[in-house]
């Protein structure tokens, strides 16, 4: 594959074939003594999905069998972590009652308590426990009319990790109001879990790419560096394009998913600290080695904004876009710049850490 516009070319390609027969088609793509195999199965996680495995010409059948073992991982995470199948692990811890004791997978287990963790490191920023404010925004959405204070402070009240208690094997909630949402951090993980399906079936390379949120490693088909794209919040197509040698980049955004409130805008990613959706950035992108790392800290930054740069872990780049279509700034941290493939776009600025006192 030589950049996301050939798996774009594909893309469209597959969305033919797909429209005349079946559920997907593999495509092809061969440069340089090796083979890319190009998928994208439907119905992953309600959104667009390109799994790509390369593989040393002639080994095509190999790519086909990882790229279909990638694929499983994906179903795996959604039918465990998914809100939106109401049998899913997540769906029965959310729905039980008070001091009943839910098992859970130990994938569950381990999103839940990453999910916990980054709590921590983002400041609060970064809440799966925010579930009951999530609702709270959507169903104010549904009814065109803003939640109350009272409806805001109760749905805060059940947004506590102080609420779950983990066993060995599950969880227990304390309160029956508290509800976890992964969609912040499920789609980095599970993509997590395809890359290594993909590199444990010895793939020399490949990716992984849910909506627009992807991971990638080893060879491309043009070499040793992959090319992606950062998607532009007020237009169609790429604000900048990225060159990796493997890794993670996510981004979140108001600018894809919103509500309209009483002809307000408003974002689905909330603000733990008020309770009210996030307004701090128009788009985040975050690079890292993990995608699971890039999903929480895309959604984090967008709470916390440029404020939120200082809590980086190392090896994690950002670019945060604030502003409007009409007026707005582009600020990334320095890091983000060495991996822009052109000269930094007009008006971007290079965030520096304040020096230690
Ligand atoms: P996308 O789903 O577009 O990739 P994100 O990765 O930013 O966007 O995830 C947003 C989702 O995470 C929301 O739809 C909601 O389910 C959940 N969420 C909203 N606010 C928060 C928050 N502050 N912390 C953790 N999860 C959140
Ligand atoms: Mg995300």
């Known amino acids: 594959m030589r950049n996301k516009q050939l798996i774009g070319a594909v893309f469209i390609i597959a969305v033919i074939a797909l429209a005349v027969a079946g559920m997907w088609r593999t495509r092809s793509q061969r440069a340089g003594g090796y083979v890319a195999t190009v998928v994208h199965p439907q119905g992953v996680m309600g959104t667009t999905c390109t799994l790509a495995a390369v593989v040393p010409r002639g080994e095509t059948a190999r790519a086909k069998d990882a790229v279909r073992r990638a694929e499983a991982e994906l179903r795996a995470v959604e039918a465990r972590m998914s809100t939106w199948l109401a049998d899913s692990e997540l769906s029965r811890l959310n729905a039980a009652g008070a001091g009943e004791r839910v098992p859970l997978s130990p994938e569950t287990l381990e999103v839940l308590r990453a999910a916990r963790e980054a709590a921590l490191r983002t400041d609060g920023a970064f809440d799966a426990t925010c579930r009951p404010l999530v609702e ?128 307000m805008r408003y974002s689905h990613i909330i603000d733990p600290r008020s309770g009210r959706p996030a307004a701090a950035a128009a788009s985040v992108t975050v690079t890292a080695q993990t995608a699971i790392t890039a999903d929480v800290w895309a959604t984090a930054l967008s709470v916390l904004g440029i404020d939120g740069l200082r809590l980086l872990p190392a090896n994690v780049e950002a670019l945060i876009i604030l502003g409007s279509a009409e007026d707005h700034r582009l600020v990334c941290t320095p890091g983000f710049v060495g991996l822009l493939q052109a000269p930094p776009p007009e008006g971007m600025t290079v965030w520096q850490a304040a020096p230690a006192e």
């Open 136 to 263: 709270l925004w959507k169903r104010a959405g549904q009814r065109d009319r803003l939640p109350t204070e009272g409806q805001i402070d109760d749905a805060r009240s059940a947004s506590h990790w102080d609420l779950i208690e983990f066993t060995d094997r599950g969880a227990v909630k304390h309160v029956s109001a508290t509800c976890v949402d992964l969609g912040g951090i499920a789609k980095g993980y599970a993509i997590d879990r395809a890359i290594i399906a993909l590199q444990e079936a010895g793939m020399a390379g490949g990716l992984v790419d849910i909506g627009g949120d992807l991971a990638c490693f080893g060879r491309s088909l043009e070499g040793q560096l992959w090319s992606v794209d950062v998607k532009d919040p007020f237009r169609e197509g790429a604000l900048a394009k990225l060159s990796l040698p493997g890794g993670a980049v996510c981004t979140s955004g108001a600018y894809a998913r919103f509500t309209v409130i009483e002809g």
